[in-house]
């Protein structure tokens, strides 16, 4: 296995003088028109998620695992998206799992979204890649400040025969990657296979050549509408209609029978942090943050310790044995106290 950062210089990323970091201000308007789309042509979003920011400098990271024989694990602290890449053209596809038990299954060109302070393991796949585009917190090349708040975030895939183009829009940041053939921007610059380009605003791409060009476009959208459990309220009606004009009250006042279930403007299917837990349940039912697949921390996700129990989701070390969750899901039981790796005895116990 072999893992790479690619930075800026890395990869001799050109910014023309019309490309500018973005202020609070940019970062903070809201549009006031419907959105247009992030991206033009026959570009398809391959993935698509919702973070929450805070305000402040954030940057743009890119990092190209090469799988080999042995799986590789990725503890994502920031949203990040997924893509399999393959040099082979009998690689299989690549298999992307996390500790709830859901997975991917991601051939070349697909992709997934993981939300911050989610943990993925890539099992492992002679001569394919998985490229890491996440969003950092902090200062960095081309930083940008995303306001405080959910934001959408889209994965743009096009492939560019001669004479095609693609336009990319975000007034917020936008990370170009080519990872074959070189498009040429419309002010001029070019982008070639294996380097990056962030831009803010617009721009258009377009093949000149005779090589199709494979463009990935992570697109950082408007602000998202935050989630809500509350339930609209209900107006009484003021008459019944019987009063024959003269607004003397009825002798028997109007009564609305109680529906059966309560309205609620939670999608029962919705799970944000993609934890496995759907929101309405984690704010209804355990109280985690459906924000965040792991409210506690501890790398284990709030499905397997809040649904199922095994360990307390707002507490990374359950039993306060002084081991972390974590480290007691391989054999151990994180409820008990007596089992854990430095326990006297050296048979794990029972693991939950």
């Given at each position: 296995?072999?893992?790479?950062?690619?930075?800026?210089?890395?990869?001799?990323?050109?910014?023309?003088?019309?490309?500018?970091?973005?202020?609070?201000?940019?970062?903070?308007?809201?549009?006031?028109?419907?959105?247009?789309?992030?991206?033009?042509?026959?570009?398809?979003?391959?993935?698509?998620?919702?973070?929450?920011?805070?305000?402040?400098?954030?940057?743009?990271?890119?990092?190209?695992?090469?799988?080999?024989?042995?799986?590789?694990?990725?503890?994502?602290?920031?949203?990040?998206?997924?893509?399999?890449?393959?040099?082979?053209?009998?690689?299989?596809?690549?298999?992307?799992?996390?500790?709830?038990?859901?997975?991917?299954?991601?051939?070349?060109?697909?992709?997934?979204?993981?939300?911050?302070?989610?943990?993925?393991?890539?099992?492992?796949?002679?001569?394919?890649?998985?490229?890491?585009?996440?969003?950092?917190?902090?200062?960095?090349?081309?930083?940008?400040?995303?306001?405080?708040?959910?934001?959408?975030?889209?994965?743009?895939r096009d492939v560019l025969e001669n004479g095609e183009s693609l336009t990319v829009r975000s007034d917020v940041s936008?990370?170009?990657?080519?990872?074959?053939?070189?498009?040429?921007?419309?002010?001029?610059?070019?982008?070639?296979a294996g380097t990056t380009r962030a831009i803010v605003g617009e721009v258009t791409l377009s093949n000149a050549g005779d090589v199709p060009v494979v463009v990935l476009a992570a697109i950082v959208g408007p602000a998202a509408a935050p989630v809500s459990d509350e339930v609209p309220p209900t107006t009484a009606p003021t008459g019944n209609g019987n009063d024959n004009g003269n607004g003397a009250t009825p002798t028997q006042p109007q009564t609305t029978p109680a529906p059966t279930s309560p309205p609620t403007t939670i999608d029962p299917t919705a799970d944000t942090d993609g934890d496995g837990l759907p929101d309405v349940d984690e704010i209804n039912i355990y109280g985690t943050n459906p924000n965040t697949y792991d409210t506690d921390g501890d790398t284990v996700s709030d499905y397997l310790e809040a649904k199922d129990g095994n360990s307390d989701p707002f507490n990374p070390d359950t039993d306060g044995d002084g081991y972390d969750d974590r480290e007691q899901f391989d054999g151990y039981d994180p409820r008990d106290p007596t089992s854990n790796p430095g326990a006297a005895s050296a048979t794990p116990t029972s693991a939950p």
């Open positions: 296995m072999r893992a790479s950062s690619i930075s800026r210089g890395a990869l001799a990323l050109t910014l023309s003088a019309a490309v500018v970091a973005v202020g609070a201000s940019s970062a903070l308007a809201r549009p006031t028109a419907a959105p247009i789309p992030p991206a033009s042509g026959h570009a398809q979003v391959i993935a698509q998620g919702v973070a929450s920011f805070s305000a402040g400098a954030h940057h743009w990271r890119l990092v190209s695992n090469d799988i080999g024989t042995a799986p590789v694990g990725i503890d994502s602290a920031s949203p990040t998206f997924l893509v399999a890449a393959s040099e082979a053209a009998d690689a299989g596809p690549i298999r992307v799992s996390e500790p709830a038990g859901l997975g991917w299954l991601l051939a070349d060109g697909e992709a997934t979204f993981r939300p911050a302070n989610s943990a993925t393991r890539i099992e492992p796949t002679p001569g394919a890649f998985v490229h890491e585009i996440a969003i950092d917190q902090g200062d960095g090349a081309d930083a940008f400040d995303p306001g405080d708040g959910l934001r959408d975030l889209d994965l743009v936008a990370l170009i990657f080519v990872t074959a053939g070189v498009a040429t921007a419309s002010d001029g610059g070019e982008v070639t």
